[in-house]
C-alpha cells in the first residue's frame, strides 16, 4: 500500500467516522461514502496501469476528498443524493431527452449538468455502482456539430468526457449520455433514444 493510498484511505476514515456521530442529513448518506471509496479505489487501480493517465486521476481523487468535505454542509429533500452544494435524482424509468427532462422539472430539478471533472468524477462513481444505465446529460449539439451547450441555453458546457470518436461530426446523434460501461464514458446519441434521467437540483447549505 503506497503512502498515497494509505492517506487517502485513512483520511477516508476518518471523515466517516466523524460523519458517523452527526446526524445524518438525508437518507443516502451512507451510501454515498461507499460509493466514493469503491470510486477511488478503481480510480487506484487504474493508476497502477497508466503513470499519465494516474496524474489526472490523482486529482479526481484529490478533489473527491475536497468534494466529500464540502458535501458535510450540503442537505437535500428526501430521496436525492447530496454531493458537493448539488442534489440528484437517478431516475429509474426510460424516457426521451425531452421527457427526462420534463420529469426532472417535476421535481424542481433539470437534467444533470456536469460542470467539472469532479462531479462527473462522483456521477460515474453512483452510476457504476447503483444506476449501470444509458443516462441522459443535459447538453444538446443541435446548432453546430461537436458543440455542445447547456439544454436550452447559449451556454457552452463547461465540461465533457465523450468517448474517443464520439461527441463530434454526427448529425442525427444531437444529445450525450453516459454510456453503459466500465468506464461510463460519454457518447452521443439521437435524442429519441431511451435512455435515464440524472436530475439534479441546488441543495441547501
Ligand atoms: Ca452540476
Ligand atoms: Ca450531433
Redesign the pocket.
Known amino acids: 500500500m503506497g503512502y498515497v493510498h494509505f492517506t487517502i484511505l485513512l483520511s477516508l476514515e476518518l471523515l466517516i467516522g466523524v460523519k458517523s456521530m452527526t446526524e445524518p442529513l438525508c437518507g443516502c448518506r451512507s451510501d454515498f461514502e461507499y460509493k466514493v471509496l469503491d470510486r477511488i479505489n478503481r480510480l487506484e487501480q487504474r493508476q497502477d496501469q497508466q503513470e499519465t493517465a494516474g496524474r489526472s486521476r490523482d486529482n479526481s481523487i484529490v478533489g473527491l476528498q475536497n468534494a466529500i468535505q464540502t458535501e458535510t454542509h450540503t442537505s437535500c429533500k428526501d430521496g436525492w443524493v447530496a454531493f458537493n452544494g448539488?442534489c440528484y435524482v437517478f431516475g429509474d424509468s426510460n424516457l426521451n431527452f425531452i421527457s427526462a427532462e420534463l420529469y426532472c422539472r417535476q421535481y424542481g430539478g433539470q437534467l444533470?449538468?456536469?460542470?467539472s471533472a469532479v462531479?462527473n468524477a462522483f456521477l460515474k462513481a453512483f452510476l457504476l455502482k447503483h444506476h449501470k444505465q444509458h443516462s441522459w446529460v443535459g447538453i444538446q449539439d443541435t446548432e453546430v456539430e461537436g458543440i455542445w451547450k447547456l439544454f436550452g441555453t447559449n451556454t457552452l458546457a463547461p465540461f465533457t468526457d465523450f468517448r474517443p470518436g464520439d461527441g463530434g461530426d454526427h448529425d442525427a446523434e444531437d444529445c450525450a449520455v453516459f454510456q453503459n460501461s466500465d468506464d461510463m464514458l460519454w457518447v452521443d446519441v439521437r435524442c429519441r433514444f431511451q435512455c435515464r434521467p440524472i436530475c439534479?437540483m441546488p441543495g441547501f447549505n
Open positions: 448539488s444533470v449538468r456536469v460542470d462531479e439534479e
